[in-house]
C-alpha cells in the first residue's frame, strides 16, 4: 500500500464531526484501523495528541555527519534500488547526496518505498550515522517539494503518536495534518475567551497545530501548557459543578447536635480520641447540621482510628431517629467493620445489624422489615444495602469504606431510597493535595495523620531474598511469644511473566518449613469464596491459625492486633502507598511489631533505594506524594475515580500550579452560571458532557 505523502496545499474545510474515512488518503478501509485506536472522528484526530517528539531538527551536511545524534541531510536521491534478501525480505535503499559527501540510507522490510523514492527527487532523511558503513538505518525520511517548513516526518520536531496494528507513523502523521487543516478553526474552544485571556492563551487552533507538529522547544511547551490546562480546567469544572448540584439547600435532613448518645458512645471507648479524630468529628458534625448534603472525604492514615469518627457520627444520625448504612468493598471487610463497630458501639446501647451476601433469608426479610418501617438502624453491608428491596425510608448517613468508585450513580440511588442522605467517605490510603484536588474536589476533606496513643512501636526493615531464612527465624520466634504473622505475595499462583512468589506455592513451602512445622499457616486471596474469605480470617483472628500466606485481599481493613509481623515479598512490584497500606496492617496492638520488605531476585539498585523510603518514614502522606512523584498518577494504588478519564498532557505533580489556576477559574465560572446556560460557554458545557457525562448526570440537566 502506497503512504500517503504529507501536505499538499489546504484541505478543504470539514465539520470536526465527520468520519475519519472522509479524509484525504484514508478511505474506508484505513478508516477501520484508526477506529481500532479509537479514532473515528476527525475532531477525535486532532486531540490525539503524540506521545513523544523526536528532535531531528538538526541540519548537517554529508561530511559533517557524527555519529550518536539525531542529525538530518538535505539530499538528491541519486540511487534507489530495491533488494531482495537470501530469506526472501524485500527491503531498500538509497544513496542520498549533497555536494558535501555521499550517504547511504537503508530501509529494511520497506520494499515498497520504490514506488516512493526515485532518483532525482529532493529528500530529507533524519537518522543515527553509522560511520563505518557511512549510512543510516531505517531513517525518517520526506520528499521535499516545497518549504522545508512544509516537513511532517523528518527535519524537524517529529511528533510519535500512539498506533494500532496496521498504522503506521506515516499514516498517522499524514491524516492528523489534513485533519488540522480541516477542523482546528472549527472547533469549539472549552476555555472561555476571558479564561484564556487572562492566563495568557493563544487561540486554541494554534495550540492544536503545534502540539502536533512544533515550531520548536519553545513553541511545544507553550501548546502543551496551553491544553493542559484545558484537561484540568474542565476536571475541576466536573468537581465544581458536583459539589453545588450535590450541596443544594433543602436535599438533606438537618441533624440535630451530637447529644447523650454521642457521649455514651465516646465515653465507652477504651482510649481517648486524638486531636486529629475531634477536628473531623467537629467538621462532620457540623456537615450533619446543615440542609445540605454532607459530601465529606475523611483521609486517616493507617491505624488512624477512622471507624471510630465514622461511629460517632453515626451516633448523631440514630439519636436523630434516622437510619445510617456503612458500606464496605468486600464482605470480609463489611464483616470486620461489623465486628469492630460492635466492639464499641454496644456497650452504648448502640445495635450494629448486618447485611451481606452470606445472610440467611430469614435474616434479610427480618432486617428489610425493619428498614422499611423506618426503624433506626446502623446496618453494616457491601453494595448489596444499593439493592431496590432493601428499603431505608430514613436513611440520613451513608458511610462508604475504601470504596472510590462509588460515585454519581449510587449517590442517585441512594437519593431514591429518600431524602439524599449525607455521604461520608473513609479511606486509609493517603491522598497527596494535588490529588485530592484533581480527583475529589467535590468532597470536603478532614485529614487524620496521627495513631491513637498506646499502640506498639512499629520498625520497618528492607532486605534481600538472600536473607529470607534470617526472616523466618524471626517469624518462628515471634510465633513462640505467641504472636501471628502476615506473609504477603503479589499473584496467587505460579506462572505468568513474572517471577514472583505465589500464595500457593508459598503457602505450601512455609507449611513445611522444619521451624514452621508445629504452626498452623493459612492461606486467603480474591479466588477464594466468600465463605472460604470469612473462614480463614475467622480463625486468623481467634489464633487458630498463626501464619497468614495473603495477597493484597488483606490491605485494608483487617484488624489482628496480636499479628505483629508483616512479611511482604517481592516488594518491589507494589507501589508505596500500597506497601504502606500492608504494613498498616500490623503494629494495631501494645507490643512492638516488625514489617519486613523483601526483594525479589530481580531487585535493581533503584528499586532497594525506592524500598529504603519506607524504612525511613511512617508517615503516609509523605509516601504518597513520593509515589506521585516517582510513578505518576496512574499508577498510585486506588486514587482514581471512575467516569473520569485520564490526562492526557497535564501532569498532577509538574502541574501542581497550574491545577490550582484551573481550579480557581472553574470556580469563577461555575459561580456566575451554575448550569452553563449562557452563550459563552457552550463550548465548555458540550465538551464536558461529551467526556464527563456520567460525573456530571446530578449537575447539569439536559
Not at 36 to 47: D, K, M, N, P
Not at 588 to 603: I, T
Amino acid at each position: 500500500m502506497t503512504e500517503p505523502e504529507g501536505r499538499r496545499g489546504r484541505s478543504v474545510p470539514l465539520d470536526p464531526r465527520t468520519r475519519i474515512q472522509f479524509l484525504p488518503g484514508v478511505g474506508p478501509a484505513r478508516a477501520l484501523m484508526f477506529e481500532r485506536a479509537g479514532l473515528s472522528t476527525l475532531e477525535h484526530l486532532v486531540r490525539h495528541y503524540p506521545r513523544e517528539w523526536l528532535d531531528a531538527s538538526q541540519f548537517s551536511s554529508i561530511r559533517d555527519l557524527v555519529p550518536g545524534k539525531l542529525l538530518t541531510v538535505v539530499g538528491e536521491v541519486k540511487q534507489a534500488a530495491a533488494l531482495r534478501t537470501r530469506g526472501g525480505r524485500g527491503d531498500f535503499s538509497i544513496a542520498v547526496t549533497d555536494g558535501t559527501g555521499t550517504l547511504g540510507c537503508y530501509f529494511f522490510g520497506q520494499s515498497w518505498l520504490a514506488r516512493t523514492l526515485h532518483a532525482g527527487q529532493r529528500v530529507v532523511v533524519s537518522g543515527d550515522y553509522d560511520p563505518l558503513e557511512r549510512r543510516m538505518l531505517n531513517p525518517m525520511f520526506e520528499l521535499v517539494e516545497g518549504d522545508l517548513e512544509q516537513l511532517l516526518h523528518a527535519g524537524r520536531l517529529v511528533p510519535v503518536h500512539a498506533l494500532t496494528k496496521g498504522l503506521t507513523a506515516r499514516a498517522m502523521r499524514t491524516a492528523v495534518r489534513h485533519a488540522l487543516d480541516a477542523v482546528a478553526d472549527q472547533l469549539g474552544d472549552p476555555v472561555p475567551a476571558d479564561v484564556a485571556a487572562a492566563h495568557g492563551f493563544g487561540p486554541l487552533a494554534e495550540a492544536l497545530r503545534a502540539i502536533h507538529f512544533p515550531e520548536n522547544a519553545e513553541s511545544l511547551a507553550a501548546a502543551r501548557r496551553r491544553l493542559a490546562f484545558e484537561e484540568l480546567f474542565q476536571l475541576q469544572m466536573v468537581m465544581e459543578l458536583r459539589r453545588r448540584a450535590l450541596s443544594e439547600e433543602g436535599r438533606a435532613l438537618a441533624l440535630a447536635p451530637a447529644g447523650d448518645l454521642a457521649r455514651r458512645v465516646r465515653a465507652s471507648l477504651p482510649f481517648t480520641l486524638t486531636t486529629d479524630q475531634d477536628g473531623a468529628i467537629a467538621e462532620i458534625t457540623a456537615d450533619l447540621a446543615r440542609p445540605r448534603p454532607m459530601h465529606r472525604l475523611v483521609i486517616g492514615d493507617v491505624g488512624s482510628g477512622k471507624t471510630v469518627v465514622a461511629l460517632m457520627a453515626a451516633a448523631q444520625a440514630l439519636e436523630a431517629g434516622h437510619q445510617v448504612a456503612f458500606m464496605a468493598p468486600t464482605e470480609v471487610l463489611a464483616r470486620q467493620h461489623a465486628t469492630s463497630l460492635s466492639r464499641f458501639a454496644t456497650a452504648a446501647g448502640v445495635e450494629v445489624a448486618t447485611l451481606t451476601g452470606s445472610s440467611t433469608a430469614a435474616q434479610r426479610r427480618l432486617l428489610n422489615a425493619r428498614l422499611a418501617s423506618g426503624e433506626p438502624l446502623l446496618v453494616v453491608g457491601t453494595h448489596a444495602l444499593l439493592e431496590d428491596k432493601v428499603q431505608m425510608p430514613s436513611l440520613a448517613l451513608a458511610i462508604v469504606d475504601e470504596q472510590h468508585r462509588f460515585g454519581v450513580k449510587q449517590r442517585a440511588t441512594l437519593a431514591k431510597k429518600g431524602v439524599l442522605p449525607h455521604l461520608l467517605v473513609l479511606t486509609a490510603t493517603p491522598i497527596p493535595r494535588t490529588l485530592q484536588l484533581a480527583w475529589f474536589g467535590d468532597l470536603d476533606v478532614s485529614v487524620i495523620r496521627h495513631r491513637p496513643a498506646g499502640r506498639g512501636r512499629l520498625v520497618t526493615r528492607v532486605t534481600g531474598e538472600e536473607k529470607f531464612p534470617q526472616v523466618v527465624q524471626f517469624m518462628a520466634a515471634e510465633l513462640e511469644a505467641g504472636r501471628q504473622a502476615f506473609v504477603v505475595v503479589p499473584a496467587i499462583e505460579e506462572g505468568g511473566k513474572l517471577e514472583v512468589k505465589a500464595a500457593e506455592g508459598e503457602y505450601t513451602r512455609l507449611r513445611q518449613h522444619p521451624l514452621l512445622r508445629k504452626w498452623q499457616v493459612g492461606l486467603l486471596h480474591g479466588r477464594l469464596k466468600n465463605e472460604e474469605k470469612i473462614e480463614v480470617m475467622r480463625r486468623f483472628k481467634e489464633r487458630e491459625l498463626h501464619v497468614l500466606v495473603a495477597t493484597t485481599v488483606i490491605e485494608v481493613g483487617v484488624d489482628v492486633p496480636n499479628a505483629t509481623l508483616m512479611v511482604v515479598e517481592n516488594a518491589e512490584r507494589f507501589g508505596l502507598t500500597q506497601l504502606h497500606q500492608l504494613r498498616g496492617r500490623v503494629g494495631r496492638g501494645e507490643h512492638r511489631s516488625v514489617c519486613v520488605f523483601v526483594g525479589g531476585s530481580g531487585l535493581t539498585e533503584r528499586g532497594r533505594e525506592r524500598l529504603q523510603i519506607m524504612a525511613t518514614t511512617d508517615d503516609g502522606f509523605e509516601l504518597a506524594e513520593a509515589d506521585l512523584r516517582m510513578r505518576g498518577p496512574g499508577e498510585v494504588w486506588g486514587t482514581r475515580q471512575s467516569g473520569l478519564p485520564r490526562l492526557r498532557l497535564a501532569d498532577l505533580w509538574n502541574d501542581r500550579e497550574l491545577l490550582d489556576q484551573a481550579q480557581a477559574a472553574a470556580r469563577a465560572v461555575a459561580s456566575a452560571d451554575p448550569q452553563l446556560q449562557r452563550a459563552e460557554h457552550a463550548p465548555l458545557r458540550a465538551s464536558l458532557l461529551a467526556s464527563y457525562r456520567e460525573p456530571l448526570e446530578l449537575a447539569l440537566a439536559g
